[in-house]
């Protein structure tokens, strides 16, 4: 889904989910589900021209117009399209490490949240507006009730959350990963990592929707949890991996392209020699160039 899709020619970790990166379906559902409100909205638009307008209709076409252009939008950004490949060599307290960049956390969610809720009390308005004609008291209940939870939705999105920066990234050092999530930042030694797990996470029941996607996970698990900063490490064992989890990414938190940065991550992990070149030209001639062959990867996919 989105800027997902690999270019490079590199095996598919056997956990994740290739459909999630490359399903049409994603962006084609929701584009034909689109159409009907698209039809009625036309529909109303063209009512308004030829019979007149009531007080109320303008605000519901202001709330039934923003839904459709989302709908588009959403398929439009859910079409399949390669991923960004993009890595630097930096130097971060004193020293060189090759920076995978992510994306920081938004807003996002919260803006929709109250988006939702202005539309609800404009919705409500708007009801309460075409009631006057009629049933006053039926209005007044509407209003009220899509009033209120409009207001604790708009509540909801600005309250008070985590302060986060405005970068985010992976450092591979020759000493150690560093990952920098835009919230907090997690310092595990290559020698303490037991393992890299790519699972996939299914729709939850809320969204089990065609369209909406799963996401496939890559976790770093180490094998002491005196390593982390934390009193609650959870604990991973499965076929493949045991250890215990250090950090969880979900594949929309890649800047740049996934399969890649799984394969880096293997690929040092596994290569202790060559960890020296981290922070160099070779490092990032490598990463750009897919060169990971022997990463241990090829037969984890095949397995």
Known sequence: MGRYRSAFPLPFPRGWDIDTFEGIRFALIPAVVGLLPTVVLIGWLIGLGTSGAQPGDYPMV?????IVIAGYVYAWRAWPRYADVYVEAVTRDGESALSIPLRPPTRTAAIATGTV????IIGGAAILVRSFGSDPSAGFLWFAGLGMAGLVLVVVAIAPTTTVRDTAEILLTPAHLRIDDG?????????????????????????ALPMVPGANLLAVLVRDPAVLDTDTVPVVDDRDHTGYLAYEFAHKQFATDPLLTYHALMFYWRHPRLRAELGTEAAMERFLAGRFENTGAAAESES
């Open 62 to 66: 202001a709330i039934w117009a923003p």
């Open 117 to 120: 809720g202005a539309l609800l």
């Open 183 to 207: 919230e907090e930042t997690i310092v595990v030694d290559w020698d303490d990592i037991s393992g890299i797990r790519a699972s996939h996470q299914p729709r939850v029941t809320v969204t």
